[in-house]
T-cell receptor, first 118, second 115 residues
Framework: ETGVTQTPRHLVMGMTNKKSLKCEQH?????MYWYKQSAKKPLELMFV???????ENNSVPSRFSPECPNSSHLFLHLHTLQPEDSALYLC?????????????????FGEGSRLTVL | AQSVAQPEDQVNVAEGNPLTVKCTYS??????LFWYVQYPNRGLQFLLK??????LVKGSYGFEAEFNKSQTSFHLKKPSALVSDSALYFC?????????????FGPGTRLSVLP
């Protein structure tokens, strides 16, 4: 138990569906991340939120839409995905510093949501 | 920009033997380095980190890592491997841009411990 919970653990969707992935952290952290892990490819950073503000959007297609309503919850809304979007989507959190401070802490990951797009 | 290399895709070791998983990095300034492990169909679990201080860092499950500034390396080690150590291992460095908010991960090394 890492303190970061992702639901659902498995999701199968068609290319025309709309679905959402949910992440919740119980660690009191204020930075949250979405990563994509595909077979035989390095871990790809998708989005970063610090203090609920998006600070990184790593050239992610608009069919992926993040939402961070508060510092404990992070969503990834999925719409008209492609089969190549099938992957393990990992959520993580860390304790960000206030502005001007360098974050040296580790990331805490959830178990991931395995997405299959048909 | 920071980068991490893991030169071996796969490492095989017999149970009871020492293991080493290699990592080299490229950063500007002092590095903040991390090791993570991933078991099948699971998320990444933190093992250990180097921020400053002693070059030999001890972590979870009997793992340790040695920071070598002159060789820009941060190799993961364990004196006696277990079959249960078989997993995917990632080295990572904190990107100091954007106040260190972002991690840069290596491609991963698959460790197989043979009984």
């Amino acid at each position: 138990e890492t303190g970061v919970t992702q639901t659902p653990r498995h999701l199968v969707m068609g290319m025309t569906n709309k679905k959402s992935l949910k992440c919740e952290q119980h660690l009191g952290h204020n930075a949250m991340y979405w990563y994509k892990q595909s077979a035989k490819k390095p871990l790809e950073l998708m989005f970063v939120y610090n203090f609920k503000e998006q600070t990184e959007n790593n050239s992610v297609p608009s069919r992926f839409s993040p939402e961070c309503p508060n510092s404990s919850h992070l969503f990834l809304h999925l719409h008209t995905l492609q089969p190549e979007d099938s992957a393990l989507y990992l959520c993580a959190s860390s304790q960000a510093q206030a502005s001007g401070g360098l974050n040296t802490g580790e990331l805490f990951f959830g178990e991931g949501s395995r997405l299959t797009v048909l | 920009a920071q980068s991490v290399a893991q030169p071996e895709d796969q490492v095989n070791v017999a149970e009871g033997n020492p293991l080493t998983v290699k990592c080299t990095y490229s950063v500007s300034g002092n590095p903040y380095l991390f090791w993570y492990v991933q078991y099948p169909n699971r998320g990444l679990q933190f093992l250990l980190k180097y921020i400053t201080g002693d070059n030999l860092v001890k972590g979870s499950y009997g793992f340790e890592a040695e920071f070598n500034k002159s060789q820009t390396s941060f190799h993961l080690k364990k004196p006696s491997a277990l079959v249960s150590d078989s997993a995917l291992y990632f080295c990572a460095v904190r990107d100091k841009d954007n106040y260190g908010q972002n991690f840069v991960f290596g491609p991963g090394t698959r460790l197989s411990v043979l009984p």
